[in-house]
């Protein structure tokens, strides 16, 4: 089966894991998920917001446009866990992932406290 350049990689609710950014094209739509571990606004940045996300394999740079951080700002600010789709970009050596939707998926934290236990 051929997949397009633009097609989702993979396909949702999957999520793509940091050390395997470099496996779609440039452009590649993208979904990616992790722990944010950095929040960056700066003054100079225009309203641009920068997040770093970890996954068990590695971090994943993710840039929200201001429009979209309107549209997202709960979870942008608030979540812990973030499952992020959009574009891959990569300029010389560095790879973001530029946003078009963030999901807080945060309450699949405590599946991590509190696995489900098997049926009797």
Known sequence: MH????????RPPSALTANRLADPPNGARVTVAGLVILR???GTA????????????????????????????RAVIAGR???????????????HVIAERVEDISPMLDTL?????PAP
């Open 3 to 10: 997949v397009a350049p633009y097609d989702t990689w993979p």
């Open 40 to 42: 960056q606004r700066p």
């Open 46 to 73: 225009k309203g641009v917001i920068f997040l770093t996300l970890e996954d068990e394999t590695g971090v994943v740079n993710v840039i929200v446009w201001r429009s979209l951080y309107e549209q997202f700002r």
């Open 81 to 95: 866990l973030l499952r992020v789709t959009g574009r891959l970009q990569r300029e010389n050596s560095v790879t």
């Open 113 to 117: 406290l509190h696995p489900a236990r």
